[in-house]
């Protein structure tokens, strides 16, 4: 199949499964299998796969693929459906969405402003040129990583789609882009108080599924993931103009060891 790539951003595949065992065989060998065909994926250069076990009865288990080429994402999920485990599988859910990077991140003439107003930098100065300099870097750091992103392992693991309201009281698309702009730097303040606690990757899914955004956060302690998001519900941004779809949280395991965890191994 011929690659289909994004001009800009990864594709990232998020899939569900339930197991049928009374449908498996030599479940031994049909696990052994399935999670040599994971980390295989995984191995490639670009391509991530994070295998986890869905707490709860919404899923037995899930993965997040993420790369390049959808056709190749497109790919591992047929590879998985006619292996010999995959015959014993039953989609619970799927999502999919691209890497990307925010409209509302902090330009250099934005730093430049604050530098001024806020901590008392000259105009023309040596040290706000420095200053914007260090910025401009930091940025470009953090789109990088938002667009090519190199996922955590960390020992929780929460999804969730979300969109904005188009309602008549509060219509996200009806804002001036200043305006949208406000709202959502005070979102990301909210975030950055968890900053070591929780990592947070955004993606975008206009246009390729059922919601606007996907938010996966990663933690090894469960009530950080809690307390930001119930922190975040008092935001702005959340309290008047962001819905959100079905959350799903999981517990990341290596794709041998999650073969053993489901006892098929």
Do not use: C
């Not at 992103?149 to 219509?171: C, H, I, T």
């Not at 950080?224 to 959340?238: K, L």
């Amino acid at each position: 199949m011929p690659s289909v790539t994004a001009s800009e951003g990864w594709g990232v595949l998020h899939l569900f499964f339930h197991v049928r065992r009374e449908l498996l065989e030599g479940a031994e060998g049909a696990a052994k299998d399935f999670a040599a065909r994971i980390s295989a994926f995984d191995d490639r250069e670009d391509y991530q796969v994070l295998a986890f076990t869905v707490l709860g009865q919404k899923a037995d288990f899930g993965l997040m693929a993420v790369g390049p080429d959808l056709a190749a994402l497109d790919g591992l999920s047929i590879e998985l459906a006619g292996s010999p485990l995959g015959q014993a599988l039953l989609p619970a859910a799927s999502y999919l969405s691209l890497t990307e990077s925010s409209e509302y991140v902090p330009t250099e003439e934005d730093e430049r402003r604050r530098l001024i107003e806020e901590e008392g930098h000259s105009e023309g100065s040596a040290a706000l040129e420095e200053a914007v300099s260090t910025f401009s870097q930091r940025i470009a750091t953090y789109v990088g990583h938002r667009l090519h992103p190199q996922l955590p392992r960390r020992q929780v693991v929460s999804f969730y789609p979300m969109s904005k309201r188009r309602e008549a009281d509060g219509n996200w698309y009806l804002l001036g882009f200043e305006e949208r702009k406000r709202i959502m730097a005070g979102h990301a303040e909210v975030g950055r108080q968890y900053r070591g606690q929780v990592t947070q990757l955004v993606t975008g899914s206009v246009g390729l599924d059922d919601w606007e955004w996907a938010v996966t956060l990663f933690a090894n302690d469960p009530k950080a993931i809690r307390d930001v998001v119930y922190e975040m519900r008092f935001d702005e941004a959340s309290a008047r103009y962001a819905d959100f779809g079905p959350f799903v949280t999981g517990l990341v395991h290596e794709p041998d060891d999650l073969m053993r965890h489901l006892h098929l191994a």
